[in-house]
């Protein structure tokens, strides 16, 4: 689980900023909400960010994005830079280094992780965990001479690692990459860091956006894992959708000539897929087919429609829901961008309730514009788990929380007191 996430220099995040999920001592839904890792750490399992078009919200989500991005990008030469994108709106800022700093829980061993990096190279890259109050370095790895240098602990507080190995590491450690990727090319047992680096790589889900293809999403993982559809039919019933059953399927569909050629010279298409493309003309694609039972003259009848019939609402809810399974599954964090998206206020509520109510070690970032949900305050959301952005003049982005403000507790209607711009993050 994360615990907090500070951000320099990234998109319009000029100034650091700090977002963490640690919960105060508030007593609301304190067994669903919050996760009790030890006597000294309480960490939220949502959170909600408002704020105005543009005012910076989306690049919260977008620091986790790049993050999992950057700690398996695999660049094949020094050229291709690291990928960052620091803020832009000055003469100076896109020429310094841009901060990344994450504290994170793999079961109950804390982690914290260091990044520092420009468009070109990395200059710092540090992880270290905690025995105790004193965080105990991993590895550190700095940039000499214009080379990456990777260091190890190897006086029995960290993984042990022979001179070979730490010399192969260094090798492949290119000045654009992360130590994780230079990693992955040597064979050698590193428990305390690869626990990390899985956590990394599986327990940050990639950010739903408004423009993601949801339906694509959901229709290969009900391929999959047919097992996951009943949870889905059963909620879209109790959401008032005429959803009675989902059954999708992997189909081989023909295709012409001419888009064999597009496969046989795209990069991205395995090379025994090819020949297979090749050899049947088929393209594996995935087929969903809707049920729908409604009440007609002769009673109830039962209807079949293709996913590209659905309605946007339904295919959302249908792409929420089958990402929420996954995020149950794997113990996941989910970033969601503008989750209102294409769903009624009621359906929203009860998609969060749905999760709320679950104790797991989930987490669920979103960002939206309906402020109806602060109507919820204290009803289904925690006031600990609202934040807002707003952006200054010179365009950088300012982030802090609700209980940053004194005198909440006194407010009768934190919505209202939002509107009247009691909180920022307003239009003017």
């Known amino acids: 689980m994360i615990q907090e996430?500070?951000?320099?220099?990234f998109r319009s995040f000029k100034d650091e900023v700090t977002f963490s999920f640690e919960a105060s001592n508030d007593k609301f839904a304190e067994d669903s909400q919050v996760v009790q890792i030890n006597e000294s750490t309480r960490l939220l399992r949502f959170a909600v960010i408002y704020g105005y078009n543009a005012s910076g919200k989306t690049n919260l989500?977008?620091?986790?994005?790049?993050l999992r991005y950057f700690w398996s990008y695999k660049p094949e030469s020094l050229d291709e830079g690291t990928k960052v994108n620091p803020f832009k709106l000055d003469n100076t800022s896109s020429s310094e280094p841009t901060r990344f700093e994450v504290v994170f829980y793999v079961g109950d061993t804390k982690y914290w992780y260091q990044l520092e990096l420009d468009m070109l190279q990395v200059h710092k890259e540090k992880l270290s965990y905690y025995k105790s109050t004193q965080p105990i370095m991993l590895f550190e790895r700095t940039l000499e001479n214009n080379q990456s240098v990777v260091e190890f602990n190897n006086n029995g507080n960290g993984d042990k690692i022979s001179a070979a190995a730490k010399e192969l590491i260094n090798v492949n450690?290119?000045?654009?990459?992360?130590?994780?990727?230079?990693?992955?090319?040597v064979n050698v047992s590193l428990p305390l860091i690869d626990a990390a680096k899985d956590w990394m790589k599986s327990q940050i889900m990639p950010t739903i956006y408004p423009g993601t293809n949801l339906n694509y999403y959901a229709q290969r993982k009900t391929a999959e894992n047919k097992h996951i559809i009943?949870?889905?039919?059963?909620?879209?019933h109790e959401a008032d959708f005429n959803?009675?059953?989902?059954?999708?399927?992997?189909?081989?569909?023909?295709?012409?000539?001419?888009?064999?050629?597009y496969f046989m010279e795209d990069a991205n298409t395995p090379k025994e897929e090819k020949e297979r493309i090749k050899r049947e003309k088929t393209i594996k694609q995935f087929q969903t087919i809707f049920e729908h039972t409604?009440?007609?003259?002769?009673?109830?009848?039962?209807?079949?429609?293709?996913?590209?019939?659905?309605?946007?609402?339904?295919?959302?809810t249908f792409g929420i829901e089958t990402a929420l399974i996954e995020v149950f599954n794997t113990q996941s964090l989910l970033p969601v961008d503008e989750v209102d998206t294409s769903l009624h206020p009621k359906l929203l509520e009860k998609i969060l309730y749905d999760y709320l109510r679950i104790p797991s070690r989930t987490q669920l970032l979103v960002t939206t514009h309906n402020d109806g949900l602060l109507d919820l305050v204290d009803d289904l959301i925690r006031k600990d788990s609202i934040w807002f952005t707003e952006k200054k003049k010179s365009g950088v982005t300012d982030l802090y929380k609700l209980t940053d403000f004194r005198g909440v507790n006194r407010l009768s209607s934190i919505r209202e007191a939002y509107r009247n711009k009691r909180f920022g993050a307003t239009m003017n």
Do not use: W
């Open 61 to 66: 989500l977008d620091a986790l994005d790049f």
């Open 5 to 9: 996430i500070k951000i320099k220099n």
């Open 230 to 236: 009943k949870s889905i039919v059963d909620f879209l």
């Open 173 to 185: 450690c290119l000045k654009n990459l992360s130590v994780f990727v230079a990693r992955n090319q």
């Open 294 to 316: 409604v009440e007609t003259e002769n009673g109830k009848e039962t209807f079949p429609m293709y996913g590209m019939d659905e309605s946007a609402g339904t295919l959302r």
């Open 243 to 261: 959803v009675t059953n989902i059954q999708s399927d992997v189909i081989d569909k023909h295709i012409a000539d001419d888009m064999i050629e």
